[in-house]
C-alpha cells in the first residue's frame, strides 16, 4: 500500500542555506495533460437528500458525523444569520498570542468552530514559546479549534527548504494535539508552484488531523487580463475556474497516497470585482454555486468551507461579497444572496455540534428516501466545461415534468400521485441524459438494486454469454473458472479474474459481502447488490449491481477496468472485450 511516511527527501543532500534544495524539473508535457483532462471533465449525476450518516466519516478530531460546517471570517460574517465557523488569523512575526478585537468577542458570543490561520514568514525565526502561549490563551476559549500552521508552504518561501517545514510542522502538530479541542490542518494552496507538488510538504498522517487548501476562482492568472490558455489551464483560472476542479489535484493527491482524511476549504472565495472596474457577477455567479453546492456533493469528504469574506486593495482580483448591493437585493445572482441560500438549505451545519437535515448522495446509491409533505427533492451536479448556464431538465415516466437553471438544479417530485413500484426519472441538459429507475412504496422511494417492494413481475434478464464472447488484458486472454453472464444486457465477468490480471490483490469479507481490491495505485470497494462501488472513497455508477452466480461475485467488466485506470474497448468482428492499461 502507497504511503506517505517519513519524508522521503530527508535522504536527500541539503546546503546549509535555506534555498539550497533544487526542485526537480516536472515532466510540462504530462502535467499539463492531466491538468487539460481535469478541467474538461463533465458532471452530470442525480443526487438526492440522503441521510447523514451516508457521508463518508473517518474519525478525525472534530469531524462532523456528515455535512459541512459554513465559515467565514468572523468580522465580515454578519450577513449569515448563523455561522458554522470562524476564521481568524494569528500572526508569528509580530509575536501575537491571542485573538484580537473584535474576532475575540465574536468567537466567544457564538456557538461555532474556530479556524486559526497561523502565518509563519520564516521558518528559521519559529519561536516555540511563542506558540505555546497562544496554545494556552486560545484553550481558554474553551472552544473547538482547528490549527492551520505555516499554510500555503507550496506558494511562499517557507517552502524553500521541504526538509525544514516537515520538521517544524511535526513539531508544532505534537503541541496542538496535547489540547484535546484542537485539530491539526495541514492546508497547501490548491495550486500551488508547478515544481513544488504536495508530496515534498505532507507530514504524516498521524501530525495531520484535516487536510485544508487555500482555494480562490480567479477570473485572470495573476490578474493579467491577457491570460494564455496554457496558464488558465495550468492554474484553473478564468473559464477552467471551478471548485470542483480546484479540488482535484489535491483529492488525487490523497487517493494516490491512501490519506483518508477530511478536507476543508481552508480560506477561499470566488472574484466579485478586479482592479479593471468591471462587473463580475455574471462571471462570479455559478462559481458561487458550484462552490457551495456541486463541491459538497461531487465531495462529501468536504466537511468545512471557510470563505474569505475580507477585501484586500493590493489583490488584483477582489472577493468580498459584503458590498455594492443593497443588504436587501433579491437578484439570485448576487453572492451574499447564494450564500444565504446555501446556509439555509439543510445541507450545511450552521454551530458546533450541530448536523445538517441532509447530505447530498448519489440516487444510484440505494437509499430509501421519505418525502416530506409528499415531496421528495431531487438535485442535478451538472458541469459542463465552458458551459456556465445550464438548465435541467427532468422526465418523470417519459413525460416532461420540471426544468431548473441554477445549481443544484433541484426539481421537488410530488409523489401522492404516484402509483407503488417502479417509475423512471431522466435528467437531461446540452444533448446529455441520464435515465434512473426507482421504486415508490407509500410515503418513500428508493434508488437502485431490488428492493423488497420492487414488483415481482420484474425479474432480473440473465442468461449466459456465449463461448465466442473472449476477454483480453493486455494481450493475454482470460480463462476463469464461472463464464461470464450478461445481465440487463451487461457483461459481468468474476471479480477475482479481472483484480488479479490486473495485479491488484483481492479481499473478500463474507460477513459483510463485500469485496475489497487493492492494485495500481487504486483502493476499491463494493458490496453485493449495490449500484455503486467506490474507488478510493469516490462512488462510481454501475448500470448493474455486483451480484453472487455459481458462488462467484460477478461484477460488470467495463466498470470494473475503468476503476483501475485501464482502457476498455469492444472488438464486434471478434466478439472480444479488450482491456490495457
Known sequence: MKKIVAFVLAAMTFGTQAFAFNFPEPDWGALLREKTKMVNEV?????????????????????PRGGAYLGMVAENADFLGSVGSYLT??????????????????????????????????????????????????????????IRFANEMNVSSIGDDPTLYVDTFRRVADMIHEYPNFAVVWSPNDMGALDRPFEYYYPGDQYVDWIGVSSYMKKYFQGNQNTIEKEAIYFMTGDYAWTTNALKPIVKFMADNNINKPLMISEGGVATSNIYGEDCDAWASPRFRNMYYNVIMKYPQVKLINYFNTYRADEKEHFYVHDNHNSEAVDKTYAMYIINEAASSGAYISEYGGSPEFVYERADRGSTIAAKNGIVNFHTLAHVPKAPYLTVNYTLDGAWYHSSQAAPYTCGLDITGLADGAHTIEISSLGMSKKYTFYKSGNAVRFGGMPEYAAASEPVSQKPVTEEIKISVNGSFLTPDVPPVIINDRTLVPLRAIFEALGAEVKWNGDEKTAAANGRGNTIRLRIGDNILYKNNAAVQLDVPAQIVNDRTMVPVRAIAEAMDCMVDWIPETKTVVITG
Open 43 to 63: 458532471d452530470f449525476e442525480l443526487y438526492v437528500e440522503g441521510p447523514v450518516d451516508s457521508a463518508p466519516f473517518y474519525g478525525a478530531r472534530l469531524e
Open 89 to 146: 488569523y494569528f500572526s508569528m512575526e509580530i509575536g501575537q498570542t491571542d485573538i484580537y478585537y473584535p474576532a475575540n468577542q465574536i468567537i466567544e458570543a457564538h456557538n461555532a468552530v474556530v479556524t486559526i490561520g497561523y502565518t509563519v514568514g520564516s521558518l528559521s525565526s519559529v519561536n516555540y514559546d511563542i506558540i505555546r502561549e497562544a496554545l494556552n490563551n486560545l484553550a481558554s476559549y474553551n472552544k473547538p479549534m482547528f
